[in-house]
Each structure stands twice: as C-alpha cells, then as structure tokens.
C-alpha cells in the first residue's frame, strides 16, 4: 500500500477462544502419532488444551523428539503437573497463544493426592476486564475402593477453590476427565448406572456433579449427554461419556460451537471442544494472584538470561517449556 496508508496489524488475541480437553493416556505416546507441532490444530484448533493421564518431566524434554517439537511449536507454552510414582495421573496446559508468553500461572494442589498430579491451574484476564480461573482435573478413578477417600478429598478442595474465586468475582471453566457419567445417558449399559456402585456411577460421584458442581457452584454442563468421549478396547464394546468442560453460568451465552471430536482416535479417549465469544487479554490476572484459593501454590524460579521459566512442585516434577515470540 501507499506509505500514507497506515498498515493495521492483524490482533494477536482473536475474538474467539477454543480450549480443548484431552484424556491421552500418555503424553509421549500421542506424540509418535500426533506431531507436537500440530497437536493444537488437531483437537479443535484449540487455543488452550488442557492434558490429563501424562507422566513427564523436565529431563524428558532433553531426550523425547516428540515434547521437543511441541515446545518449539509457534507460540506455545506447556506446562505439566506430574509426578514419577507409577501410572499416569499428571495433567498439562498447551496454549497456542502469542499472549501465552506474556505470563502463565500454573497453582499447584497442595494436598496427599497433588503427589499424582491431578489439577493445575490457569489465571487469565479477558479484554472486557472479565477475570477467568482455567481449571484442568484428571479426577481420581474409584475402581478400588480405597480411593474412594482420595476423590471425597479432591471433591472437598475443588468446592471450596471455586467458591473462593468466584468470591472474588471470577468466572470459572473447568476441564478434565471427571470419571463420572452424571446421567443415564452418559453410559453405555443402564443396568450399571442404576446400580449406582462402581467407578463413574457411585452415587457420591453423580451428586457432587450435580449437586455440588451444578448446584451448589452454579456451573453449566455445556456438552452432549450421550455423547461418549472414552471408548474401551476391543472387543470389550462399552463407551462413556466422562469428559466435561464446565463454565459459569455466566459464560453460557458466550458459548457458540461444542464438539466431542470422534475421529481424533490417539488415545481410549477422545478430545472435547468449545469454541466461546472470549478474547484474552493476558494470561494473568493480579486479583487472583494476590488471593490464592486455600490449598493452592505458586512456586516460580526464574532465570534472568533464559526466555522461559521452569515452574517446580513441591515434589520436583513440574516443568514449563515455552518460546519466545518475538
């Protein structure tokens, strides 16, 4: 154009905000079949995906060509909760954002059960000053009994985390493999869901989602009920629906498109997406960092000659890798 034409550049924050949650039975795994790279695009052209069932950490990335190419994908940052104890249970963000790098606030579940990994957190701040709690939960499966405890726990503390934050005027989207099918038709044999007494229908698990969840905290179920998102292997053929994306009721009218994406087969699950009318602003927000839910820490040890920042749990398992935009 003429040099009298001012160039307008195109907004780094778009009007439309795709966050994605993914059950993928192992990080390292999906990405021998999912390039890092494209694992955005590929589940929703999300802009945040929230992980579960992962188990890596900061050595990983000097040996695993896979988590290298996902920390070198174009503006996007990851950063996992995880653990070394065995099984998977670690959850991870990966944000697509070139307002990612601005600052990314993972809280840590300071709690017996934040030894797996189970929750991280993000902090963000939309362009209409409307702050935003991101929360990604791998729930805590009640095959065994003695877990049954440990859910009780992890039930307590997610109460009480987003009673605080909405206090402080926050809204609320909560993703995550929830292991519960809350209504008939999220499982796939009645005669199991009426029984009400093994893992994901246990009739404590459906009334904290209905009671507690859509109840006491007012959040909104913005999925499909029956529309399965876990399938078990051959030749076993039973499929669910236990992965949710929650939001405060405030949020559903922003809501505008929401697919369980069937033929991204990487994984026993498969990703769920929400397309909203939200636009960030940062990935930060000053008046929940000031108050931090009860149960929930920041630990952030910075370099001054690095780009990134490696944010540690308490037991030394957590690892942030992200790229500088210019």
């Not at 033929?263 to 108050?291: C, F, G, Q, Y």
Request: net charge positive.
């Amino acid at each position: 154009p003429p040099p009298a034409i001012a160039i307008v550049p195109r907004p780094l924050v778009p009007d439309m905000l795709t966050v994605s949650t993914y059950n993928v039975n192992s990080l390292k795994r999906l990405l021998t079949v999912i390039p890092g790279d494209k694992l955005c695009e590929r589940v929703g052209g999300a802009t945040v995906v929230a992980l579960q069932e992962i188990r890596c950490g900061q050595a990983d990335w000097d040996t695993d060509p896979g988590l290298r190419a996902l920390s070198h994908a174009a503006g996007a940052v990851y950063a996992a909760h995880c653990t070394r104890k065995k099984g998977y249970a670690g959850t991870a963000w990966v944000l697509n954002s070139p307002a990612a790098v601005r600052t990314v606030n993972p809280a840590e579940w300071r709690s017996p059960a934040a030894l797996e990994g189970r929750i991280i957190v993000l902090y963000a701040t939309t362009t209409d000053d409307l702050p935003l709690v991101f929360i990604n939960i791998y729930q805590v499966n009640t095959l065994s009994e003695d877990r049954i405890p440990v859910r009780e726990e992890s039930h307590t503390f997610v109460r009480q985390a987003v009673l605080h934050w909405q206090a402080l005027g926050a809204s609320i989207i909560l993703l995550g493999d929830l292991n519960v099918m809350p209504n008939r038709g999220d499982c796939f044999d009645p005669q199991r869901y009426d029984t009400a007494a093994t893992a994901g229908t246990r009739l404590m698990e459906r009334d904290y989602f209905h009671k507690v969840l859509c109840g006491e905290l007012g959040l909104v179920d913005v999925g499909r009920v029956g529309e399965a998102t876990w399938f078990s292997p051959p030749p076993q053929p039973s499929c669910h629906r236990i992965d949710f994306c929650l939001v405060s009721p405030e949020l559903q009218s922003r809501v505008v498109e929401v697919k369980t994406l069937a033929n991204v087969r990487a994984s026993d699950h498969v990703p769920v997406s929400v397309r909203m009318k939200l636009s960030i602003r940062r990935w930060s927000n000053a008046t929940l960092e000031a108050s931090p839910a009860p149960g929930l820490d920041v630990t952030v040890r910075s370099s001054r000659a690095a780009s990134s920042r490696d944010i540690r749990s308490f037991f030394g398992s957590t690892a942030t890798k992200r790229r500088k935009v210019e």
